[in-house]
């Protein structure tokens, strides 16, 4: 048996997709980060209002919170935009693999069996395939999930959702996204360390497609 290599030819759609959803998934990563650090409303707004209350300018908790709640969603806006984006990217991720047959990888349940048939000296290979593939089901199954949850929450009004409603959603969709943070750290991590465990040549295929053959 022979088991599935992951150094294969990239075509250029698969490419510029790949780079892409990176970036967006990091831009969306990153301004929950600025909204969860740099840019809360509460440190920003206790922050203004003590330094205008040092300058002798009297302003109440309440308006301290207005300005920097305006601060902080001038910068969310392009949350939403990085999250458009990844839905968008994810729409054609699903037409390039239905358009573009060579580009399938092999069935996440194939991969699994293959575990359990691979001979002694491959059952590490194997094992290591089936997980890749798993956490790639997962990645792609979170996506949808998020996307669908972020369309909720940003149409709320238009389709009637009750504040409880969007508050669980907004609960759900945010602990989500650590599942992001792991997924983009164990990825590169796993690509280090197949670059040192010999399938280097990852990065550099992703990046110019590798070998047809």
């Known amino acids: 048996m022979q088991t599935t290599s992951f150094k294969r030819y990239r075509p250029p759609a698969l490419r510029a997709w790949h780079w892409l959803n990176a970036l967006a998934l990091l831009g969306t990563l990153g301004t929950v980060l600025l909204r969860k650090t740099f840019l809360s409303w509460r440190t920003n707004s206790a922050y203004i209002q003590g330094e205008l209350q040092e300058a002798g300018t009297t302003v109440t908790p309440e308006l301290a919170k207005a300005i920097a709640v305006g601060l902080r969603d001038r910068m969310w806006e392009w949350h939403y935009i990085f999250g458009f984006t990844l839905a968008g ?106 670059e040192h465990r010999g399938d280097a040549g990852i990065v550099s295929d992703m990046i110019q497609g590798g070998r047809r053959d």
Do not use: C
Not at 115 to 142: C, D, E, I, M, W
């Open 89 to 194: 990217l994810l729409v054609v991720r699903l037409l390039t693999w239905f358009f573009l047959p060579k580009d399938r990888s092999p069935p996440l349940m194939q991969a699994i069996r293959a575990v359990a048939t691979a001979p002694a000296g491959q059952k590490r290979s194997a094992t290591h395939n089936a997980l890749v593939r798993t956490g790639y089901a997962l990645f792609y199954a979170s996506l949808v999930f998020m996307a669908t949850t972020g369309f909720l929450m940003y149409w709320k009004a238009s389709l009637g959702l009750g504040e409880d409603l969007v508050h669980s959603i907004k609960d759900v969709h945010e602990l989500m996204l650590w599942f992001f943070v792991v997924f983009a750290g164990g990825h590169v991590l796993g690509v280090v360390f197949a």
